[in-house]
């Protein structure tokens, strides 16, 4: 069950029996959290929404939601799903959802408030270490940034290192659907004796600053200010200074480690080793094959839109993008059958082209897309000096081990680095979770949150090459 999408309906009828928070459990082939919040306004309108918490989507308003006496209808056209039910007491409702043809049981329990999954790897105190929240700011005074730095008992100077997090406004344990993998990756990386800081990104948490108009150069010098911080620490040994960064961080590392010559080693985690474009192309291509598309219509999609990401970087006006735009996508149209066409961008005439057009060209509205679609990772690979460990799943369908990871290598062998190692780990998706069907809307059903046998690869290969 994917995102339920969105609306308000009418009705003055029960209104205290229906308000407040329902949970229930759904099974769709595992077992998720299915959360409805149901609440009347001022002039009795109903409004409804809906969180699948275990899929990261939250706050969805529904359709629409009819009560009548004990009973309750509330509808999902764009799901092409209702969820029917009835009250048996105060707190409970049984009923069902049907999505499609399917039906599947659905009782819901009034709660106050939501449960929170368990994730068995999220860190709990007491700690082997010191962690302690701090604050900082960067050479200007223009930000403040909230961390977390957690330090090994025992006498230091200890290596530390940076964590940078991936695309999209991260807290500083990078938490996505209840995971917090950096939180488990510092805790396992300071009991082994290492000092680790993650930071709210830049417009979220405790941190300051815009991050709408911020782009990966101004993340960057936000790295930058984080390290600077770092090295003020009297725990730190200034010799033995280290990034890790996971999937857009594991393409600022690079940018960082590249312009300092204070970095001894980079740890990237899903990080991109060919030109954004092509990832991007490839990223749709397996996204669509990991849905069900036939896999020859997903390449061809991949081609087109590697073809339209190609165009964004080159400096053309909005205008002048648009019409390139239209051009290809009429071309790809021609030399596509029209069942390829309709299931990959669901174009059928002028109306439905436009629509898929303007998307695209929506893209011009934000720097940071911008900026990323036209970023080549290998020319700041070739500066790196420092010692480089890369690893990629065989599973990520976000960015393809099997380009990256040799694109990587290449720019490595090709540039003035001399000590690095690249693994594809089998079975592990983009956050490096031992997955099953390896979809992104999986991240939330696994419990697992980065995989032991990965912490472990990377924890050993630092043991040898910092300590």
């Known amino acids: 069950m994917l995102a339920l999408v969105a609306s308000l309906s009418y009705s003055a009828n029960a209104q205290s029996k229906f308000d407040g928070i329902w949970e229930g459990k759904l099974d769709i082939g595992t077992t998720i959290r299915a959360v409805f919040h149901i609440s009347t306004d001022a002039t009795g309108k109903i409004v409804t929404t809906m969180d699948s918490p275990d899929q990261g989507a939250r706050g969805i308003a529904t359709d629409s939601t009819t009560i009548k006496g004990d009973s309750i209808i509330v509808s999902m056209s764009k799901l092409m799903a209702v969820y029917r039910g009835k009250l048996t007491d105060e707190a409970n409702i049984s009923g069902s959802l049907k999505q499609s043809i399917k039906v599947m049981p659905l009782a819901l329990k009034k709660v106050t408030k939501a449960s929170e999954k368990e994730r068995p790897q999220n860190p709990k105190p007491p700690f082997n270490y010191t962690s302690e929240d701090v604050t900082f700011q960067n050479a200007d005074g223009s ?10 008992k025992g006498k230091g100077p200890f290596p530390a290192v940076l964590l940078i997090t991936g695309s999209g406004a991260q807290n500083r344990d990078e938490e996505l659907m209840g995971h917090k993998p950096f939180a488990v990756i510092a805790d396992y990386l300071s009991n082994k004796g290492y000092v680790v800081l993650r930071v709210d990104d830049r417009g979220t948490g405790s941190t300051t600053g815009n991050f709408k108009n911020a782009t990966s150069a101004d993340f960057a010098q936000d790295a930058n200010a984080e390290m600077d911080y770092l090295k003020t620490r009297p725990e730190v040994d200034v010799k033995k200074l280290g990034l890790i960064g996971h999937s857009e961080g594991g393409m600022i590392a690079p940018m960082v480690a590249a312009s300092r010559k204070d970095i001894d080693f980079v740890v990237l985690l899903a990080g991109p080793g060919v030109k954004i474009s092509q990832l991007m192309a490839e990223q749709n291509t397996e ?12 390449t061809k999609y991949g081609g087109l839109v590697r073809d339209v990401y190609d165009e964004i970087g080159i400096g053309k006006t909005k205008s002048e993008f648009k019409k390139t735009v239209e051009k290809i996508v009429k071309n790809w149209e021609q030399k596509n059958d029209h069942r390829i066409v ?19 060209t929506d893209l011009y509205k934000s720097p940071w897309f911008m900026y990323f679609l036209g970023y080549d990772p290998v020319p700041n690979l070739k500066k790196l ?6 690893l990629n799943g065989t599973k990520d369908i976000q960015v393809i081990s099997s380009s990256n990871i040799p694109g990587i290598e290449a720019a490595l ?6 000590d690095f190692e690249v693994h594809q780990l089998t079975g592990l998706n983009h956050l490096f979770q031992q997955c099953k069907t390896c979809r992104i809307d999986e991240y939330g059903l696994l419990d697992e949150t980065f995989s032991p046998d990965a912490l472990k690869i990377m924890g050993d290969w630092m043991d040898k090459h910092v300590k």
């Open 413 to 418: 062998k090709n540039g003035k680095c001399k």
């Open 143 to 152: 930000i403040i940034y909230g961390a977390t730095i957690t330090i090994p």
């Open 342 to 360: 309709w299931a990959t961008t669901h174009i059928s005439n002028d109306s439905t082209r436009d629509e898929w057009i303007k998307n695209f």
């Open 385 to 390: 000096t420092c010692k480089v460990l890369a």
């Open 287 to 298: 996204t669509f094959r990991s849905l069900g598309i036939d896999s020859t219509a997903a």
